[in-house]
């Protein structure tokens, strides 16, 4: 009987899954939108979620410069770094638009900028959109991206007369 015992476990050792959960959820964080299987998106949401609550709770200690804080702010701060730095690798690497690559601090990202936009909201940060089978195995495939609006560059049409 499997009572008390919650998540999948995709036929992987506990290592194998650990890994993947924490590749997945890297690049959910540095992108911001990926495409994986149905069950891998439902069991990514409860790990990055609790990330972003972990840091959430934090308050405007997250995104207040470090030369305005308390030493009692500084220290719950750096204890969530190291919180969230257990979990996710400290740098991603995302190749901008002009092929040169750029470097981000993925813990930061998700202590001051996913905490800030997440702020007034109670919980459920990612969304799940299914897409449809892959092609290979038939496994069915969805998109996990972070609700809200994401901090994307502004792009000016202009017109030609």
């Given amino acids: 009987m499997r009572h008390g015992n919650s998540g999948r476990k995709f036929d992987r050792n506990s290592s194998h899954r650990r890994a ?3 590749n997945l959820a890297a690049n959910l964080v540095l992108h911001e939108r990926i495409e994986t299987t149905d069950a891998k998106a ?30 009692a702010d500084k220290a719950k701060r750096l204890a969530a770094h190291r919180f969230i730095g ?8 995302r190749v901008e638009k002009g092929g040169e690559p750029k470097k981000v601090d993925l813990v930061e990202k998700v202590v001051a900028d996913l905490s800030k936009r997440f702020a007034e909201r109670s919980g459920g940060y990612t ?13 069915p495939l969805s998109i ?18």
Avoid at 44 to 64: C, D
Avoid at 144 to 161: D, M, P, R, S
Wanted: charged share 40%; no cysteine; hydrophobic share 40%.
């Fill in 144 to 161: 996990i991206e972070w609700v809200g609006e994401a901090k994307a560059e502004k792009t000016e049409v202009v017109a030609e007369k």
């Fill in 86 to 93: 257990a979990y996710l690798p400290r740098w991603g690497t």
């Fill in 20 to 22: 993947m959960f924490r």
């Fill in 42 to 71: 439902k069991e990514l949401r409860r790990v990055v979620e609790r990330l972003i609550t972990k840091a959430k709770r934090l308050g405007a200690v997250a995104y207040t410069t470090q030369d305005k804080l308390s030493e």
């Fill in 127 to 139: 969304r799940i959109i299914k897409v449809g089978q892959r092609r290979g195995d038939n496994a």
